[in-house]
């Protein structure tokens, strides 16, 4: 059975930072590109960060663009995503993305950014 688990969120002020991590179970995450997804109440659910199978190759929406940084550990099958300077429009449910053959979602982390 697949699993992606997400852990790492919560509550933090403006200017804060958290790490978010997805651990995967029952794939090899190594033969899949992995992302990280956020939805905000009443929005879309938007993709912000990617990263390659080798972890050669990220990319970011310009919002997150300088202050979130994806990586991988393929050996610990482990996505992780460190978000720093965090504004309160960064507040989301956030979810961890794994593409190959097939696509499969965790079940999301909270993450809320207020004084």
């Known amino acids: 059975q697949v699993r992606l688990v997400e852990s790492g969120g919560g509550m933090v002020q403006p200017g804060g930072s958290l790490r978010l991590s997805c651990a995967a179970s029952?794939?090899?995450?190594?033969?899949?590109?992995m992302s990280w997804y956020r939805q905000a109440p009443g929005k879309e659910r938007e993709r912000f960060a990617r990263i390659s199978i080798t972890g050669d190759s990220t990319s970011y929406t310009d919002s997150v663009k300088g202050r979130f940084t994806i990586s991988r550990d393929n050996a610990k099958n482990t996505v992780y995503l460190q978000m720093n300077s965090l504004k309160p429009e960064d507040t989301a449910v956030y979810y961890c993305?794994?593409?190959?053959?097939?696509?499969?979602w965790g079940q999301g982390t909270q993450v809320a950014v207020s004084s």
């Open positions: 029952g794939l090899s995450s190594s033969r899949y590109a």
């Open positions: 993305n794994a593409r190959g053959e097939r696509v499969y």
